[in-house]
Structure formats: structure tokens, C-alpha cells
């Protein structure tokens, strides 16, 4: 029975690391791509105001609110950060970013990050610094409702199918490894 065990648990410590590598792979492609369409809006804008564009051209006229929408919205900063335009609302306001982004955006150009403005209001947002007739900051978010649920789901999926193959080795374990009976009867 020791022996049994003992195999199980190495078995059982594989199938948690193999389960929760495959966890951490797909949860992260998740959240990485739900930053695509942001990264290609903040650049594209970008470029247009630096070029020469005004704020207004560039930042759609309908607000999102961003509580409760899955859209995508823009806001534009100046150089010290404040906000010049913005399709985003929130309780009627435009939300306010940490200070500490521009200054990471100041030094590498751009930034990706999930922002949480107010408790249950979670976006993937990118911002990007632009240059040229105007300076400033192009910010660009959208929901991350449906990739959350979507991690919520994986979660599911890899506790199920972890508890599954634990159950699975243990019976394999025990199976593979269990002792011959031995025969008292006598044979003539």
C-alpha cells in the first residue's frame, strides 16, 4: 500500500503541475489578445494626431460607459496627462488614469495594462505617446467581461479535468501496483 501511494503522489504532483501550466498558458493568451484591437486603435490614432489631426476628428463623438459596455473607447491626454477628449464615462465622468502610467509610457512608449477605475469596472487598456504637431497620450480600452468569464470557464474545465486524472492515476496505482494473491490451496 506504501508503494502505491507513494507512486500516486508523484503521480499526482505531475498532473497538478501539468494542469496548472496548461491553466497559466491559456489564461494568459486570453488576456493578451483581449489587448489586440486597443493596440491597433491606440497606434493608428496616435499617428493620426501626430500628423496633425485635432482631438475631435479622432475620438468617436458617442460616450461608452464603460461599467456596462463591451466597446471600445478612447480618451486623449495631453502631455501632463490631462484628459483633452474622451468617449469614455464613467458615473458621468471622464475616468482618471494613475499618473504613474504616463510616466511608464514616458519611458517606453507605451503601456498595457489592466485598469480597474472602480471596484467591478475592469478593462484591458493600452496607451501609447505620441509626437509631432501635438504631444500627448492616446489611451484605448475596452471590457474585460468576456475574457474573465472566459478565464472563469478554463478554471472550471482545469479543476474538473485535474480531479479527473488524479482519480485516474489513483486507480492505475492501485491496479498496476497491487499485490498478486498468493494460493494456500493444495494441489495433487
Known amino acids: 500500500m506504501q508503494t502505491m501511494l507513494r507512486y500516486w503522489l ?16 491559456v489564461q494568459q493568451d486570453i488576456r493578451h489578445t483581449a ?4 493596440i491597433q486603435m491606440a497606434e493608428d490614432i496616435a499617428a493620426q494626431l501626430a500628423s496633425g489631426q ?12 464603460i461599467a456596462t459596455s463591451l466597446a471600445p473607447y478612447v480618451i486623449v491626454f495631453d502631455a501632463i496627462g490631462t484628459p483633452l477628449a474622451s468617449s469614455a464615462q464613467l458615473n458621468g465622468q471622464i475616468p ?4 504613474g502610467v504616463f510616466a511608464s509610457v ?8 489592466t485598469w480597474q477605475p472602480e471596484v467591478g469596472v475592469r478593462s484591458a487598456v ?9 504631444t500627448g497620450f492616446v489611451l484605448v ?12 470557464d478554463l478554471l472550471q474545465i482545469t479543476l474538473v479535468g485535474w480531479a479527473a486524472m488524479l482519480f ?19 494441489t495433487s
Open 168 to 186: 485516474a492515476t489513483f486507480l492505475a496505482s492501485a491496479i498496476l501496483l497491487r499485490k498478486p494473491s498468493t494460493s494456500t490451496g493444495r
Open 141 to 152: 480600452g475596452r471590457s474585460l467581461r468576456e475574457a474573465e468569464k472566459r478565464e472563469d
Open 96 to 99: 482618471t488614469l494613475p499618473s
Open 126 to 134: 493600452v496607451v501609447t505617446q505620441f509626437r509631432g504637431a501635438h
Open 106 to 113: 514616458r519611458q517606453g512608449g507605451e503601456d498595457r495594462i
Open 10 to 25: 508523484l503521480m499526482a504532483v505531475i498532473v497538478t503541475g501539468f494542469a496548472g501550466l496548461i491553466y497559466a498558458i
Open 54 to 65: 485635432q482631438v475631435q476628428q479622432v475620438v468617436p463623438a458617442e460616450k461608452v460607459n
Open 35 to 38: 489587448d489586440d484591437p486597443q
